[in-house]
Each structure stands twice: as structure tokens, then as C-alpha cells.
């Protein structure tokens, strides 16, 4: 009982709150390690628990088993955009199998038929309900959309984060205000571990090549920093050195960093795919959110590696929703 309980509670957290944080991680292995508990337990006693139930009872467990097989399954696929269709049969099983359970169990043995026949719509309309609501707090994330100023800045010192700000003259931003980890923009071949393609296509772009590893580019900053100093270039930075610009490389003039590989990192991956929300302003006007358990993504470590990249194949939605704010389909352009 304890199980069923605790696969109904972590399933019903991965459902509405999908996010890159340390409590859906531990739900997805929770969920997944549970489920393989529960079949070994319940698979057991399965052919006497059978013999005693009535037939509502044999329907709730067939239910629940399908759904459990389904989820065995699953637990192999993982719940990539091709096996979307089988998890929803893994929960639609699964959530009528506990229904059919639950409510017997609640219900009186000598209740009359029709007792049980509305007793029985009850919970079903009940749990619509709860499943209705459950979407409809899944779906709120989508928050991050663009959206311009009524009026323009009147001068430049009221762009992005303001003359005080980190970044300017950059519009750029962090959501945190602040500065973002040395190695977050540097680690776009970690993301080519599992997307070979865009790590291919993106690894001869010129996204690849905005920054000091382009000598044309190199040549205007240093040109542009001998004549009017270090911090008018942090400017071209918004567009052209996420990795030295948001890790405060660039208050420095950039010959005393040129060999480090942060000159070198170009636009990586996480410049576009961490970008929360931005305004078409144009001058770099955007914001970047560092994504929250990023380190285990890009960790060195086996272990921590070997971990991260199972719950991404588990349930990559949290993944998605760090790397894919829904305005770049959405809004693009
Ligand atoms: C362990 C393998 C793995 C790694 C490493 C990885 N991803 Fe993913 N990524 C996935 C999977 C799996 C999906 C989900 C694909 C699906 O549902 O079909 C995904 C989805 C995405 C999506 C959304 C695509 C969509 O179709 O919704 C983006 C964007 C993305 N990843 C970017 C990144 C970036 C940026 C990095 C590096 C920081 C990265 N990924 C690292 C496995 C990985
Ligand atoms: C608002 C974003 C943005 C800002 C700010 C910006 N750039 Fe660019 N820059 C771009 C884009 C986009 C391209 C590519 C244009 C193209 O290829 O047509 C580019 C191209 C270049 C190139 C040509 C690179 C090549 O290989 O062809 C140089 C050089 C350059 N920029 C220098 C600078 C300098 C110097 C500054 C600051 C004074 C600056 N940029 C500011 C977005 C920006
Ligand atoms: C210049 C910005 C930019 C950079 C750099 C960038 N991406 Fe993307 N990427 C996008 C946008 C925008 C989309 C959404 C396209 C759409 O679906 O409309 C996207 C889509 C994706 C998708 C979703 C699948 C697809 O093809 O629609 C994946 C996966 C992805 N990018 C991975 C990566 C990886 C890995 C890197 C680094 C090697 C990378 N991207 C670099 C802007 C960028």
C-alpha cells in the first residue's frame, strides 16, 4: 500500500512540477526504483490476490498491472518525444487501476448497485477534476515571453541593467543580477554528448566563431580598447563573448586573456538555450538564467554523469524546460 501510495505521489509531482530541481530528480528515481518494487512485491501474491477479488477487483489490478508493465517498459525507452503517447497510457492506466482499487475499497460490501454505480461516477468525476487542475498548473510555466518597454530608454544609461549593471553598456542581463559560473558557457561538447547534430552543424557556424577565436573581431576589440578603453567593449561583448562578458573577464582588456578558453568558447549552446526572457529591442536585450543543477549536467564526474544523463532519458521534460523557453518556438523572429 505504502508503494502504490508513494508512486501516486511522486507520480503526480512529476506530472505538474517538471523542473530542473533536486526534488524532481529524486521523484524520477524514486518513482522509477518504487515501480520496480512494487511489481516484484505485488507480482508475487498476484494469482491469490486474483482467486479472492470480484470482478471490479480483478478489473482494478488488470489495470494497474497493464500500466505497471507499461511503465517497465518506459523505464527502458525512456519518455522521449516518440514514447510521449506511452507514458500518457502509462498514467491513464495506472490512475484508473488505483481509482477502480481505491473506491472499492472505501465502498460498503452490501451497497446496493446503484450506491455503487454513483459512487463510482463520483470518484471518476473527482478525479478529472484533479487531473484537469494538475494540467492546468503543468502548463503555467509558460510564463517567459518578450515583451517590449511602453517607451524606449531615453538614453543609454537606462538599457538592461543600467549604468551600474555588471554587463554595461550591454543591455544584457542575468537573472540573478549577477555574475554566471567560469565554465557555464564554455561546455557546449557536453551538449554534443547526446545532440551530435546540433553540436556538429553548430561547431562550423559562425555562432561558433563570434569571438576571439575570429581574428577580424579580435583585431576591431583590441583596436577599439587601445582607443577608447576596456569598457565600451563589453557593448560588443552582449552579442559577440557571453563567456567573458558574463563571467567578468571582460573588465579586463582582452590581450591579458586572449589564451584562455573562455575567449575562445564563441556563442556556446547555453547562450541561446539559457535565455529567459528578452525584450526586441535589439542591443543584446535579454536575460540569462543559469539553470539550477547545471553542474550536474556538465559534471566530470562518472557517477554524477552516468545519473544525469538517466533521469534526462527517464524524463527529459525538466531538461527541456531548463534548454527550451517556449518564446524561441513561439516568438521567434
Ligand atoms: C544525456 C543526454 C543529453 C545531454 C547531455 C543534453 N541533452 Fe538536451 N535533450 C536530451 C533529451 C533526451 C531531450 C528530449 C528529446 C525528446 O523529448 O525527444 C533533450 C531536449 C533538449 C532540448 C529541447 C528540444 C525539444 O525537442 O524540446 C533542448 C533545447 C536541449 N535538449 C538542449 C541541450 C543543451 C543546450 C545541452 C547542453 C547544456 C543539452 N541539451 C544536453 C538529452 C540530452
Ligand atoms: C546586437 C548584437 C551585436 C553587437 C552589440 C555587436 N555585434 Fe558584431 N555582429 C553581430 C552579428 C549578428 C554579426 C554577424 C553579421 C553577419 O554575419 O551578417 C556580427 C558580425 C561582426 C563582425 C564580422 C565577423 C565575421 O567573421 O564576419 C565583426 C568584426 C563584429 N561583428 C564586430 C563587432 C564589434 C567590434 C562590436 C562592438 C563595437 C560588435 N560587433 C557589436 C552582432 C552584434
Ligand atoms: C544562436 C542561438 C543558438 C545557439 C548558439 C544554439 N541554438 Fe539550439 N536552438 C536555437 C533556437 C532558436 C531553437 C528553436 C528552433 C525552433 O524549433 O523553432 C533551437 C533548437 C534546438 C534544439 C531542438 C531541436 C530542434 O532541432 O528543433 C536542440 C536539441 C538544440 N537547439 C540544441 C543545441 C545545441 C546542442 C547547441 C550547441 C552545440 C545549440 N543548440 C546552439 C538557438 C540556438
Given at each position: 500500500?505504502?508503494?502504490?501510495?508513494?508512486?501516486?505521489?511522486?507520480?503526480?509531482?512529476?506530472?505538474?512540477?517538471?523542473?530542473?530541481?533536486?526534488?524532481?530528480?529524486?521523484?524520477?528515481?524514486?518513482?522509477?526504483?518504487?515501480?520496480?518494487?512494487?511489481?516484484?512485491?505485488?507480482?508475487?501474491?498476484?494469482?491469490?490476490?486474483?482467486?479472492?477479488?470480484?470482478?471490479?477487483?480483478?478489473?482494478?489490478?488488470?489495470?494497474?498491472?497493464?500500466?505497471?508493465?507499461?511503465?517497465?517498459?518506459?523505464?527502458?525507452?525512456?519518455?522521449?518525444?516518440?514514447?510521449?503517447?506511452?507514458?500518457?497510457?502509462?498514467?491513464?492506466?495506472?490512475?484508473?487501476?488505483?481509482?477502480?482499487?481505491?473506491?472499492?475499497?472505501?465502498?460498503?460490501?452490501?451497497?446496493?448497485?446503484?450506491?455503487?454505480?454513483?459512487?463510482?461516477?463520483?470518484?471518476?468525476?473527482?478525479?478529472?477534476?484533479?487531473?484537469?487542475?494538475?494540467?492546468?498548473?503543468?502548463?503555467?510555466?509558460?510564463?517567459?515571453?518578450?515583451?517590449?518597454?511602453?517607451?524606449?530608454?531615453?538614453?543609454?544609461?537606462?538599457?538592461?541593467?543600467?549604468?551600474?549593471?555588471?554587463?554595461f553598456p550591454s543591455s544584457s542581463r542575468t537573472s540573478t543580477g549577477?555574475?554566471?559560473?567560469?565554465?557555464?558557457?564554455?561546455?557546449?561538447?557536453?551538449?554534443?554528448?547526446?545532440?551530435?547534430?546540433?553540436?556538429?552543424?553548430?561547431?562550423?557556424?559562425?555562432?561558433?566563431?563570434?569571438?576571439?577565436?575570429?581574428?577580424?573581431?579580435?583585431?576591431?576589440?583590441?583596436?577599439?580598447?587601445?582607443?577608447?578603453?576596456?569598457?565600451?567593449?563589453?557593448?560588443?561583448?552582449?552579442?559577440?563573448?557571453?563567456?567573458l562578458l558574463f563571467t567578468g573577464m571582460m573588465?579586463?582588456?582582452?590581450?591579458?586573456?586572449?589564451?584562455?578558453?573562455?575567449?575562445?568558447?564563441?556563442?556556446?549552446?547555453?547562450?541561446?538555450?539559457?535565455?529567459?526572457?528578452?525584450?526586441?529591442?535589439?542591443?543584446?536585450?535579454?536575460?540569462?538564467?543559469?539553470?539550477?543543477?547545471?553542474?550536474?549536467?556538465?559534471?566530470?564526474?562518472?557517477?554524477?554523469?552516468?545519473?544525469?544523463?538517466?533521469?534526462?532519458?527517464?524524463?527529459?521534460?525538466?531538461?527541456?524546460?531548463?534548454?527550451?523557453?517556449?518564446?524561441?518556438?513561439?516568438?521567434?523572429?
Open positions: 500500500m505504502i508503494l502504490l501510495l508513494i508512486l501516486l505521489v511522486t507520480g503526480a509531482f512529476l506530472y505538474v512540477f517538471p523542473g530542473p530541481t533536486v526534488f524532481f530528480v529524486a521523484a524520477v528515481l524514486i518513482h522509477a526504483g518504487a515501480g520496480c518494487l512494487a511489481v516484484a512485491w505485488f507480482g508475487r501474491g498476484m494469482a491469490r490476490r486474483w482467486q479472492a477479488s470480484t470482478p471490479s477487483g480483478r478489473a482494478g489490478w488488470l489495470l494497474l498491472s497493464s500500466g505497471a508493465a507499461v511503465g517497465m517498459v518506459l523505464i527502458y525507452t525512456g519518455t522521449t518525444r516518440p514514447y510521449q503517447s506511452l507514458l500518457l497510457i502509462h498514467i491513464v492506466l495506472t490512475v484508473s487501476g488505483l481509482t477502480l482499487l481505491a473506491s472499492r475499497a472505501v465502498m460498503h460490501v452490501h451497497a446496493s448497485r446503484m450506491r455503487v454505480l454513483g459512487r463510482g461516477a463520483a470518484a471518476a468525476a473527482l478525479v478529472v477534476l484533479l487531473a484537469a487542475g494538475a494540467t492546468a498548473i503543468r502548463q503555467n510555466w509558460r510564463g517567459f515571453v518578450i515583451s517590449n518597454p511602453e517607451l524606449p530608454p531615453r538614453s543609454m544609461l537606462e538599457e538592461g541593467g543600467g549604468a551600474g549593471g555588471p554587463f549577477g555574475r554566471v559560473p567560469v565554465d557555464f558557457f564554455t561546455e557546449s561538447a557536453q551538449c554534443g554528448r547526446c545532440h551530435e547534430d546540433a553540436y556538429a552543424q553548430w561547431s562550423s557556424s559562425a555562432h561558433h566563431f563570434s569571438s576571439f577565436n575570429n581574428q577580424w573581431y579580435r583585431k576591431s576589440i583590441e583596436y577599439m580598447q587601445d582607443v577608447v578603453g576596456v569598457e565600451p567593449s563589453k557593448w560588443c561583448g552582449g552579442c559577440h563573448d557571453p563567456a573588465d579586463r582588456p582582452i590581450r591579458e586573456v586572449i589564451d584562455e578558453p573562455e575567449a575562445h568558447a564563441g556563442l556556446g549552446c547555453v547562450m541561446c538555450h539559457s535565455i529567459a526572457v528578452h525584450d526586441s529591442m535589439g542591443q543584446g536585450g535579454y536575460t540569462i538564467e543559469y539553470p539550477p543543477l547545471y553542474e550536474l549536467a556538465t559534471s566530470d564526474n562518472a557517477l554524477v554523469q552516468a545519473l544525469h544523463d538517466f533521469v534526462v532519458h527517464l524524463n527529459p521534460e525538466a531538461h527541456r524546460r531548463a534548454f527550451l523557453k517556449p518564446a524561441m518556438r513561439d516568438q521567434a523572429g
